[in-house]
């Protein structure tokens, strides 16, 4: 029997094997994980996990007598060190070897933990990834009295975790160094929306702060930024991006370029060997060019490409990217890719719900994406036109007395 072997156990790697057994992988299967727990997902852990009182157990990926009864060698703890591509082996970090046929990198990324003085995981400072980052911050913020918690960056996860904490009566500040929130990932009015929604919940949210040095004093932490402010923290959340993992790919000789390259079948540049989920960089065919992306849509649709083609049926990954992110009682869901956009419409329906709103983004007249707040009905109906390339009228969009569906906008 052929043996396909996968290398990280996380969104990408554990529905790429139970995608094999669908598509008819009849050979082995080996899950390996340098994590201890059962798979889990990921988003939770700066979402209830961090505000409630929900272990990782309650969100695994699968049960246990599911990788049993599909027969997937699932090995968690073990660590991969080294890729012998020329004689189809991998090294585990106890010496072992393990031969493939076939086999799959999803890898995925660490936090960045930059070259800030001072700056380095302990028990009061934590990047946000695994299971133990969460139960590590959860623990620090019960253990301490002031339950001051600075959060150095104002990307998804960081504004994720501060109205967790918040919610858990923490006094969060988020340090942003760029002049606005979300400004890699959103549109200004997206950014300011959440501002406000942060700021109106108790948040403090300081932008333009360029955090230079932490000092740790007594049982105290001190942020020092470039423009002399400085703060006071029990704890520090670091949510400024992530590390690719790509150093087993980059020893194994694998093409890197911002992440792990491969084709639209996920394919790197050694043909028995797969990538998928956010190691991978790869060309969109909607987008027409190279992109990286940090998703749970992502991590599944590549999964199910590539186990497609390691049985045999040729497919292409061309999937339309979406995501959502949960803070306080507003929940985002996006669909498509605004960059590039020159002209936005934000549709603001009258109702009960404040924070209601939507926000489609055009190049022209061409629609890209939609950002829906608390607005599932808007989601739906984006996600449907991006998927069939239809591009509504961004007047019809703006008058009111259209309701949202697909034969009147
Ligand atoms: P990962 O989840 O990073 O998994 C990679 C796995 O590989 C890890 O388990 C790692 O231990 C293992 N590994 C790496 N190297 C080795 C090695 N050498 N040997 C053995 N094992 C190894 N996405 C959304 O779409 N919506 C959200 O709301 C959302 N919220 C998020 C909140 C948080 C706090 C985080 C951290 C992420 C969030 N994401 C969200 C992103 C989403 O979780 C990722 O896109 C997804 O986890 C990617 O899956 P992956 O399998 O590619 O990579």
């Not at 290398?7 to 899950?31: C, D, Y």
């Not at 997937?72 to 970090?93: A, F, M, W």
């Not at 500040?173 to 959103?186: D, K, P, S, Y």
Request: aromatic share 8%.
């Amino acid at each position: 029997h052929q043996t396909c072997l996968i290398i990280g156990a996380s969104h990408a790697g554990v529905n790429a094997a139970f995608a094999l057994r669908k598509q008819g992988w009849k050979g082995n299967i080996k899950l390996f994980d340098r994590e201890p727990e059962l798979p889990y997902h990921r988003p939770p852990l700066s979402k209830v996990f961090l505000s409630g009182d929900t272990g990782v157990e309650d969100s695994l990926l699968k049960g246990i007598s599911s990788y049993e009864s599909e027969n997937i060698d699932l090995q968690t703890g073990r660590s991969v060190t080294e890729i012998l591509p020329k004689d189809k082996i991998v090294r585990l970090s106890d010496g072992e070897t393990c031969s493939y046929d076939q086999l799959l990198l999803a890898t995925g990324a660490s936090p960045l933990m930059p070259p800030i003085p001072g700056l380095k995981s302990s028990h009061k400072i934590f990047g946000l990834r695994t299971a133990a980052d969460a139960r590590g911050i959860r623990n620090a913020f019960f253990a301490s009295s002031g339950k001051r918690v600075v959060v150095i960056g104002g990307g998804y996860i960081g504004l994720e975790a501060a109205a967790s904490l918040r919610k858990l009566g923490g006094r969060v500040t988020v340090l942003e160094r760029e002049e606005r929130v979300l400004a890699r990932v959103t549109s200004p009015e997206m950014s300011a929306f959440f501002t406000r929604l942060h700021t109106d919940k108790g948040v403090s949210i300081a932008t333009g702060r360029n955090v230079t040095a932490i000092e740790i004093k007594g049982s105290e932490l001190e942020v020092f930024c470039g423009d002399g402010s400085r703060y006071a923290a029990d704890m520090l959340i670091v949510g400024v991006g992530v590390v690719v993992n790509t150093a087993l790919a980059q020893m194994a000789g694998l093409k890197i370029s911002n992440g792990i390259a491969v084709n639209a079948r996920m394919q790197t540049s050694d043909p028995d060997i797969y990538a998928i989920g956010d190691c991978t960089s790869f060309f969109h065919p909607r987008y027409k060019k190279e992109i990286r992306l940090e998703s749970v849509q992502n991590a599944v649709d590549q999964a199910k490409v590539a186990a497609a083609n390691i049985c045999g049926i040729p497919t292409e990954y061309a999937s339309l990217p979406w995501f959502w992110s949960d803070q306080f009682e507003v929940k985002l869901q996006m669909c498509g890719l605004a960059s590039g956009y020159d002209r936005l419409v934000v549709r603001r329906e009258e109702g009960d719900d404040p924070h209601q709103h939507s926000c489609w983004y055009f190049s022209g007249d061409k629609l890209l994406a939609v950002d829906a707040v608390n607005h599932a009905r808007a989601y739906m109906l984006g996600m449907k036109l991006l998927k069939e390339g239809k591009h509504p009228a961004p007047e019809k969009l703006e008058d009111l007395s259209l309701a949202l569906h697909p034969r009147t906008v």
